[in-house]
């Protein structure tokens, strides 16, 4: 098993209501983290998993909420936010010996930054409300590979989505999901070449609820 140490510390600050910015650095050391690796042979892949010796991962998250009638009268209904974290990580790989690829790498799976932002609309009456989100992870390692072999890498994929709710007559509310409307394509990649690459495809839902 792996075991891991957490430290973090804080500052919020609270412009008024509905809004927040703040700031934060984390670090985490880890024993005996475990990772995913690839080892090729003549046929088929083989994906498995193993123990390095120790890692450190660490890194600083941004957060702000702003409430855009405060910029102007017109914008009361708006609001944006995001937050982002950036951070980078250090693994021991003694343990692995003269089999891998890289002696110094990330951790597998680790990005080195995450950003998610959006805009809601939701005016007084509560009745009608609209969220656009977007995410975004940073290029990161899919397995780590053994010699010759270079890493095997997930690259950087945008994510879009869209969240309507909306009133119609009497009891009756309609919403609207529209999920992956990029359609980004995911891509594995391994030393310049696409290993393997998909789309998911965009999905649409519309709905009705009624309350008495």
Do not use: C
Not at 101 to 126: C, I, K, S
Not at 148 to 158: S, T
């Amino acid at each position: 098993r792996s075991l891991i140490r957490n430290a973090d510390v804080r500052w919020e600050w609270y412009p008024s209501v509905g809004e927040i910015v703040s700031v934060a650095a984390f670090g985490k050391q880890f024993a005996d983290p475990i990772e995913r690796v690839f080892r090729g042979t003549s046929g088929t892949r083989i994906t498995t998993f193993q123990n390095a010796r120790g890692a450190l991962n660490y890194g600083v998250e941004l957060e702000a909420r702003k409430r855009l009638g405060t910029v102007s009268d017109a914008l009361a209904a708006w609001t944006a936010f995001t937050n982002a974290t950036l951070m980078t990580s250090e693994i021991d790989l003694s343990t692995v010996g003269a089999g891998a690829t890289n002696a110094e790498r990330a951790m597998v799976g680790q990005a080195p930054y995450v950003v998610n932002a959006g805009l809601a609309f939701a005016p007084g009456d509560g009745a009608t409300n609209a969220t656009l989100l977007y995410n975004v992870v940073g290029r990161r390692i899919f397995a780590a590979s053994l010699f010759p072999l270079p890493d095997v890498y997930e690259e950087a994929r945008h994510v879009l989505d869209l969240s309507v709710r909306f009133p119609l007559r009497g009891g009756l509310a309609g919403k609207l999901d529209a999920r992956n409307l990029l359609d980004a394509p995911y891509e594995v990649t391994q030393g310049g070449v696409v290993r393997e690459r998909h789309r998911a495809g965009r999905s649409f839902s519309l709905g009705l609820t009624w309350r008495p």
